[in-house]
Structures are given as structure tokens and as C-alpha cells.
């Protein structure tokens, strides 16, 4: 069965840090594009990130881009996103998204539950 | 990377059919067919309806299917149930290892 778990959000002051994990389990980890997508409070759906199986290919929404860094850990079935300068406006339910296949392509066929993370002082 | 364009709200009595509309532009919908539908309770993760615009995994009922024209990429629930009722968000890749999602549609079942 595969299952995708989130972890690492919080509430954090605006302009701080925090980086997100997902492990990964399954499914054989290392054949599949992963994706982050988040939600803000009672609103739809913002694609975030997404990295290929090998990390050879990585995209960003232009929202983030700069501040966030998707990576990924093979070896420990693990999908990351560190976030910095954290705005306000990033305050939102980050979900870990797993690919049917190994590009970065947006189509998502396993989502995890999704960690929240509130930027506020 | 503009939201793509989905009416707020589609409503239909059981049994009847309802479709929704994902228009984006040339960059996206309609440069690409890699158009994906998302069906989410509230409360929970999406779930995949729809793939490569009209593929539709296993065990998603065919009452749901999918199609492209242009810039526009529409999903049809026939036989409207009550299950149905929920959001439902259209998804594009747009070049450069990017995708966008729609701005969300909530079915209402009458």
C-alpha cells in the first residue's frame, strides 16, 4: 500500500525557516517523480514544486521560486522542502504528491495527508 | 503561471450530467496534453479522476470522462450521484518542469 507522511510544519514568524518531509513507502521509491502542492485556508489547490526520479529535472511555481528548494533522498525514501524567507501568504497545508511516473510532469496518482504550516508573528 | 479558469460552482440532479470547463492558454491546456482532474471532499486529500486529458484510472467509475479543445479542457460526470458532490480541480503542466492548477469547482448535487 503505498503511503506518502508529511512532517515539519508548524507556526513560524515570517522571514524564519522550516523544511518539510515526506517518507515515502510502498512503492519503489526511486522510479517516480514527487511533487509538493499546498492549500491555503479554504482555497484551492497551488501547485508547488515537483523533482524527477534522479533529481535531474526540478520545477517551481514562480510564488516560491528563490525561497524554496525541493530535494530528495533516494536512499531513505524521503522528499524535502526546505522553505525560507517564509511570507504570510505561504501559510497553507503542504502536500506530498506522488507522479505515475519518473518526469516531472503534474499528474498526481498518490497524495499524503499534508502538514500545515501558518507563517504569523 | 496564471490559475487556469474553472466556473465557481455546477450543479445537477441525480442522474443528470454536469460539465466543467479548465481554460488556460496556449502555454498550458492547450500546448500540452497533460491535463489531470481532481476530486476533493472536504476534509480530505484530492483524489485522481483524470489523466492525460481523458485517461481515467482504475477503479474511478466511467461515469466520469474528459476531453480538450484548444485552450479548454472539460470534465463530465454523467449520471450525477450524490457521492459526487464535491470540488473538483483540473491540473496543466506548463512547460519547464511546471504545472498550474485550475481555480476550483464545487459540484452541488440537488
Known amino acids: 500500500e503505498v503511503q506518502l507522511v508529511e512532517s515539519g510544519g508548524g507556526l513560524v514568524q515570517p522571514g524564519r525557516s522550516l523544511r518539510l518531509s515526506c517518507a515515502a513507502s510502498g512503492f519503489t521509491f526511486d522510479d517516480y517523480a514527487m511533487h509538493w502542492v499546498r492549500q491555503a485556508p479554504g482555497k484551492g489547490l497551488e501547485w508547488v514544486s515537483g523533482i524527477s526520479w534522479n533529481s535531474g529535472s526540478i520545477g517551481y511555481a514562480d510564488s516560491v521560486k528563490g525561497r524554496f528548494t525541493i530535494s530528495r533522498d533516494n536512499a531513505k525514501n524521503s522528499l524535502y522542502l526546505q522553505m525560507n524567507s517564509l511570507r504570510a501568504e505561504d501559510t497553507a497545508l503542504y502536500y506530498c504528491?506522488?507522479?505515475?511516473?519518473?518526469?516531472?510532469?503534474?499528474?498526481?496518482?498518490?497524495w499524503g495527508q499534508g502538514t500545515l504550516v501558518t507563517v504569523s508573528s | 503561471q496564471s490559475a487556469l479558469t474553472q466556473p465557481r460552482s455546477v450543479s445537477g440532479s441525480p442522474g443528470q450530467s454536469v460539465t466543467i470547463s479548465c481554460t488556460g492558454t496556449s502555454s498550458d491546456v492547450g500546448g500540452y496534453n497533460y491535463v489531470s482532474w481532481y476530486q476533493q471532499h472536504p476534509g480530505k486529500a484530492p483524489k485522481l479522476m483524470i489523466y492525460d486529458v481523458s485517461k481515467r484510472p482504475s477503479g474511478v467509475p466511467d461515469r466520469f470522462s474528459g476531453s480538450k479543445s484548444g485552450n479548454t479542457a472539460s470534465l463530465t460526470i454523467s449520471g450525477l450521484q450524490a457521492e459526487d458532490e464535491a470540488d473538483y480541480y483540473c491540473?496543466?503542466?506548463?512547460?519547464?518542469?511546471?504545472?498550474?492548477f485550475g481555480t476550483g469547482t464545487k459540484v452541488t448535487v440537488l
Open positions: 504528491a506522488k507522479a505515475p511516473l519518473g518526469v516531472v510532469i503534474p499528474h498526481f496518482d498518490y
Open positions: 491540473c496543466s503542466y506548463a512547460g519547464s518542469y511546471t504545472g498550474v
